[in-house]
């Protein structure tokens, strides 16, 4: 059973040193993902509500680079908070001059006892469902104000969903998750809901179903066209006369019949029927934002965060974590837009292209050489192609990096083997870094011990 008791503590340490920093200089590092950017977001408030003067650096991963960038700029603050990563680093992070604290709920490797640390599976609390990072920033906040901290709420339930945290009955949070979605709820800033799980139920549904991700309908996803043609195709009007239909204009049945053929759809690109059920179920809506607001769906906001985190834009997330709407949403859904179009020729690619192969118990898919993707849309990539994947297996995914070549690796089905373990071992073993969940993780190796690095880790995988 998960120790609460000491997970608490832990966090009321955290809250101590922050206090004693105060008003000084602090340095925020976190991830470029949903909830890297949702934790971010909330620390950030925290910290500025208490006069601290904030600078923020968003990484991709700890990498040898990114820890000598930090050692670098480390001197300046007495307050450097770690946050969604550095569980697997803080023997470097004890290193450091100033105070640091790491909230993280990867795995965490070797212990440093000059580093606060509060992570759930320190706790034997399950990191990789129960509670993220954002969870943990709010956990943190709701030491440092008490009650009023309720308000980030809304933002620890955006973390959770962007790191699918939603493994519950019909997609619903669990554990410390779904009591912090909870504690929004009653406080009248979240609705929690079960129903058709398409974002924008006042927006033309062909706009809705083309900005879908979650699931990510292969031909819709990215294309109007492809939508438009979809609904027509089961009968659906997209519009009367001028006007384009919405979901909420649709008629009960009509309703139903979209919902079983979007799961006929998915369950024909092979996925499975869990997978392709994701497509009713709970939705966690946010009260305070306006209905057609792309905000509205804690989940598509955890996709607005995700995509302008991983295309670069992390001024543009962050902006809209802490606050800003208007013309920064505007830039920021324009940049979503570019994400889906990218995603959508990844997967073109990998469909049309022979980009995949077996070895052993690893699906490889090698999208190196495609100018048009960066590493940082390698997890993403990853994840939406394990859920078609049959069988045992450990899926990889290959994508060009500045710094050698970036593998994302997802567990499908039921592989005996612990992702982010194995991916930190086999990594350092080749000269890289790399590290994770159970289920999931990424590495960066050099480029020319990619094979090598497959070999390892296919020869673990068929031991396991
Ligand atoms: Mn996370």
Do not use: W
């Amino acid at each position: 059973m998960g120790d609460y008791e000491n997970l608490k503590s832990a966090l009321a340490t955290a809250a101590n040193a922050i206090d004693d920093a105060k008003g000084q200089r602090a340095l925020v590092i976190s991830h470029y993902d949903a909830d890297g950017l949702s934790a971010a977001s909330i620390t950030i408030s925290a910290l500025i509500a208490r006069s601290f003067i904030v600078h923020v650096l968003i990484l991709e991963q700890l990498t040898q680079a990114a820890l000598s960038r930090l050692e670098g700029v480390a001197q300046g603050y007495p307050l450097i908070l770690a946050l969604d990563m550095g569980s697997s680093a803080l023997p470097a992070f004890s290193r450091l001059e100033g105070r640091v604290i790491v909230l993280d709920h990867h795995q965490p490797g070797e212990k440093s006892g000059e580093v606060i640390e509060v992570n759930p599976h320190r706790f034997e609390i399950n990191g990789s469902s129960e509670i993220s990072s954002s969870g943990l920033a709010y956990l943190l906040a709701k030491e440092l104000e008490g009650e009023t901290a309720v308000k980030y709420a809304p933002l620890a339930v955006v973390g959770a969903l962007g790191d699918r945290q939603d493994v519950g009955r019909r997609f619903k949070l669990v554990g410390l998750n779904e009591e912090i979605a909870r504690e929004g709820v009653n406080a009248r800033l979240l609705e929690e809901r079960m129903e058709l799980r398409i974002p924008g139920a006042k927006r033309p549904l062909v706009k809705s179903l083309a900005s879908m991700l979650d699931p990510f309908l292969p031909g819709i996803t990215g294309d109007e066209g492809g939508a438009l043609s979809f609904l027509k195709s089961i009968g659906i009007e997209p519009a009367v006369g001028e006007n384009f239909r919405t979901l909420s204009d649709l008629k009960t049945d009509e309703r139903k019949r979209l919902a079983s053929e979007l799961v006929k759809r998915l369950i024909s690109m092979g996925y499975s029927v869990t997978e392709a059920e994701r497509i009713y179920g709970a939705t966690y809506v946010i009260l305070s934002e306006p209905e057609d607001s792309p905000l509205h769906d804690a989940r598509e906001y955890a996709q607005l965060l995700n995509a302008n985190g991983r295309l670069g834009f992390h001024d543009l997330a962050l902006a809209i974590g802490l606050g800003a709407r208007g013309e920064v949403l505007l830039r920021a859904v324009d940049i979503v837009g570019q994400y889906r179009t990218i995603l959508a020729k990844a997967f073109k690619s990998v469909r049309e292209e022979n980009l995949t192969k077996d070895v052993a118990g690893c699906v490889i898919v090698d999208l190196r050489g495609k100018s048009f993707l960066n590493e940082r849309m390698s997890g993403a990539i990853a994840s939406i192609l394990s859920l078609s994947i049959k069988g045992n297996k450990l899926l990889l995914v290959l994508v060009d990096s500045p710094e050698g070549v970036k593998v994302s690796a997802r567990k499908c089905g039921h592989a005996k083997l612990n992702v982010g373990k194995l991916l930190s071992r086999l990594a350092s073993e080749v000269g890289g870094v790399g590290g994770g969940h159970e289920n999931a993780g990424g590495a960066t190796i050099p480029a020319n011990s990619v094979d090598q690095f497959v070999k390892l880790l296919a020869r673990e995988v068929e031991e396991g």
